[in-house]
């Protein structure tokens, strides 16, 4: 079986614009998390998706949005970047979202804000 | 929410001996308890897990014990090797169904 893909793996934007990430979780997996890693705060949970419905949600502000497709496939969205928002954008497939599952990580997407 | 605090931050060791890396967590829901190795530039990999209903569990080298009592669980890795080096991390599941993780500690096994 093929991994969690996340594209693109590499991206620099500035100040103000928008960017859209993607991830294709494992076959037959329909749950998608997404992370943050930053250096000073490590891994911080930002949404969860299932059956393309958003189930829980970090404490981030509203300019990190996602969404769900039919396919399990997930993106998420950053509007109006900020110079802080420059991270590791990690998401994590799982079967289903119960607890005990464990969750499988992609590469990463790495948004550099200048 | 879920709160997990991670120490230590940075953890030096000779190859050969133990490390201890512990967690302490503040939701008594949280029921699934993970440990991820991150290396530098990789995704993190899980490399142990433990559930309430369980004190203790051991995988070759690698052992992770929990106490519900006291909301605290540790990463015990014996007979360190070079290519344990890495950045560990836990992290505490509950109700809520989302992964809550600590900071991060950097283990580095001297040879």
Known sequence: KAGVTQTPRYLIKTRGQQVTLSCSPISGHRSVSWYQQTPGQGLQFLFEYFSETQRNKGNFPGRFSGRQFSNSRSEMNVSTLELGDSALYLCASSPVPSAGDEQFFGPGTRLTVL | ?111
């Open chain 2, 1 to 111: 929410g879920e709160n997990v605090e991670q120490h230590p931050s940075t953890l030096s060791v000779q190859e050969g001996d133990s490390a201890v890396i512990k967690c302490t967590y503040s939701d008594s829901a949280s029921n699934y308890f993970p440990w991820y190795k991150q290396e530098l530039g990789k995704r993190p990999q899980l490399i142990i897990d433990i559930r309430s209903n369980v004190g203790e569990k051991k995988d070759q080298r690698i052992a992770v014990t929990l106490n519900k009592t006291a909301k605290h669980f540790s990463l015990h890795i014996t007979e360190t090797q070079p290519e344990d080096s890495a950045v560990y991390f836990c992290a505490a599941r509950g109700g809520a169904n989302n992964l809550f993780f600590g900071t991060g500690t950097r283990l580095t096994v001297i040879p």
